[in-house]
């Protein structure tokens, strides 16, 4: 037998082991970071070791791995697993391509530009629209930016920047969009943060207001980034009122979907992206809402020229057969490139675009559960909305770090916690579209056990916990 095929017979063991472990413990046991190199054998050294010895160091550390796939999992925006994407994600490890050249990917290719033009089609984007897998939402807000600056100020990719660009995006935003101003050559300082509603919702009026005092001051507005399900409170900016101005001032508009711009896939909450159709760039990430394995983010460019004048390269060592529409990498920021694309396919394929809304449409059921849960008990206080599967709230007066911290120290519950307008709470997020009714009842459950045998220290001592 070959030794894949044995390595497959290994890795099927291994699955039962992580499998039955999930059901025993769907919290990992916590191993300190203090003492993690004492803990498990992590050392490599010289010499090959015996095959027992190899497994045996391979289960340890995966049952001391987090598990973000049990219905205990709550932290993250993503959890849970499609049986259908990881079949896909396993395969593209097997195939093991790189998307640049029709030439390295053959109908990978076809498979990735299927999903860019359903997706296109789903936003409303028109003949022109095309896209590309970045690595990340990150990468994604990133792209937008580089092709925003490029539109803005075309000479900047020969000679460096010459007009002094400002970019716009919510207080409420995700993080990289200071880091890709510093990337961009911008500047962090030439990001403004515009302040968002009582429900975490980028104010239009701010918006102007801010534009306009920039162009009196001489400045070159370049670029909004708008979010479609924010960070902490899973809030959608009001895209329809942003691209009103992003017009007017001729301005480039990104919709960060990473979050939850997988909501074009429901008929129900596709209404949250109104006017998304109006956006230059549109990004989500598969690996959130449709809970492909990581990473899976999509950018949608509603002119493909954009994406060709910013990161098409010629190189002829690369390129050598087929046409453009074919050669993924004349889009791409990298050049070898993960196969992302297989596991969405697998997934989508077979389940279909009405599988896809009905996991969406989940995670708002089973946040509409938790809501009424928290908005019906007097021990808690509740700081969501509806239309956001981000429910924050907080428990009993209880510090929300000292109680997520415990809660994930003695192994009961992984959930985080979160900021908005001075606030902290709780942030318990319900991505995981396999988890039912009961699962969230369950999280309540436990939580509300954890605290009565725990009150006093939780009340007393908050301190305690760093
Ligand atoms: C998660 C997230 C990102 C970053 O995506 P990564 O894939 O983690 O890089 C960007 N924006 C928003 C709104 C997000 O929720």
Redesign the pocket.
Known sequence: MSELSNDLILFNELVAVLLKEEENHPVAKRIDSNVLYDTIDLSLQKAAIVDDVFKKTLKDVLISTPKTATNLFFNQ?FGGRQSKAILGDLLAVLLNNSMYTYKVAGPQVGIEQEIIRQSCKLVGYGAQSNGTFPT??????YMALIMARDAKDPSCRTKGMTKPLVMYTSKE??Y?NAKNASFAGMGRGQVRYIESDDRGRMLPGKLEEQIKRDLENGLVPAYVNA?A???VLGAFDPIDKIANLTEKYNIWLHV?G??CGSVIFSDEKRHLLKGVERSDSFSY?A??MLGTPL?C?IILVNDKKHLHDSFSNDAEYLYQTDGDDFNLGKTSFQCGRRNDALKFWTLWKSMGTDGLENIVDQQFYLADIARNYVANNPDYTLYSFEDSISVCFNYKNIDPKTLCTLLYEHQITVVGFGDFKGESFIRFVTINATNTEADILNFFKVLEAFVKENESALLLAPEKVK
Request: no cysteine; aromatic share 4%.
């Open positions: 925006l990340g939402g990150s990468m994604s807000n935003s995700h990289s979010t399900g924010t960070t960060d990473a979050y990430n690996h959130k990473t983010s």
